[in-house]
């Protein structure tokens, strides 16, 4: 009877384990617009901030954008920003300390969104 239920224990902590595995939102994603002139290319890589808090992201925020004509090449530019950011599980959103930036976020199609751009994680 112990074996039993020292097995069910075991069985329910690492079902506990595996289900938070499944609303982690960690990882890398990216975004593409394109028009007649540029092509942006946009990635977020999201990580939890520190071990001690399970809310608290850092977003490392890279931007590259390429002209497609040659001779606007000189135009093209590469960016990096690092912003923190609190998870709002119940409203799905990634809150910034910019309250004009918040990621909403949809775990079951692993995406990001900002406004009208959707990031898609990627790994």
Avoid: W
């Avoid at 028009?35 to 946009?42: E, I, P, Q, Y």
Wanted: proline share 2%.
């Amino acid at each position: 009877m112990k074996r039993t239920i020292l097995l069910l224990a075991f069985v329910a902590v690492a079902a506990c384990r595996s289900t938070g595995n499944q609303n982690d939102i960690s990882g890398t994603y990216v975004n593409t617009q394109a028009d007649d002139l540029k092509t942006v290319f946009d990635t977020l890589d999201v990580r939890p901030a520190n071990s001690q808090s399970r809310d608290a992201y850092e977003i490392t925020i890279r931007s590259r954008v390429v002209f497609k004509n040659a001779d606007d090449a000189h135009f093209n530019k590469t960016n990096q920003d690092v912003i923190n950011a609190t998870l709002d599980a119940t409203n799905s959103i990634l809150r910034t300390e910019d309250p004009g930036i918040l990621y909403n976020i949809d775990t079951k199609t692993t995406t990001l969104r900002l406004g009208e751009a959707v990031y898609e994680k990627i790994k």
